[in-house]
């Protein structure tokens, strides 16, 4: 499966975004997904995951309240939906693949998007 992250751009703190993971391929309803984020100067972070139902996601803490992960089977989409956002929020975000459960570690995913940039401006 090959993964498209869409979505990212500049907003000012407080403001929402909503990104898009689309993926090519007949089976994508198999797949988990995950989003991770990396910030300059920092490790890449799991973000939150859903599963290849979309009747269960997971979300880190940081997130959590905040951040909402939806998908759409049909149009081979995976959401995340990104409100109240912080300037400790920019980051390249990527979302993830994996033929199984959902993980919160970035290495149990075998297929990845090129990343989208999200700024958040104080």
């Known amino acids: 499966v090959q993964l498209q992250a869409s979505g990212g751009g500049l907003v000012q703190a407080g403001g929402s975004l909503r990104l898009s993971c689309a993926a090519s391929?007949?089976?994508?309803?198999?797949?988990?997904v995950g989003w991770f984020r990396q910030a300059p100067g920092k490790e890449r972070e799991f973000v939150g995951s859903?599963?290849?139902?979309?009747?269960?996601?997971a979300y880190a803490d940081s997130v959590k309240g905040r951040f909402t992960i939806s998908r759409d089977n049909a149009k081979n989409t995976v959401y995340l939906q990104m409100n109240s956002l912080k300037p400790e929020d920019t980051a390249v975000y990527y979302c993830a693949a994996n033929m199984g459960p959902p993980f919160s570690v970035s290495i149990r995913y075998q297929h990845w998007g090129q990343g989208t940039q999200v700024t958040v401006s104080s």
């Open positions: 391929g007949r089976t994508f309803s198999r797949y988990a």
């Open positions: 859903i599963n290849h139902s979309g009747g269960d996601t």
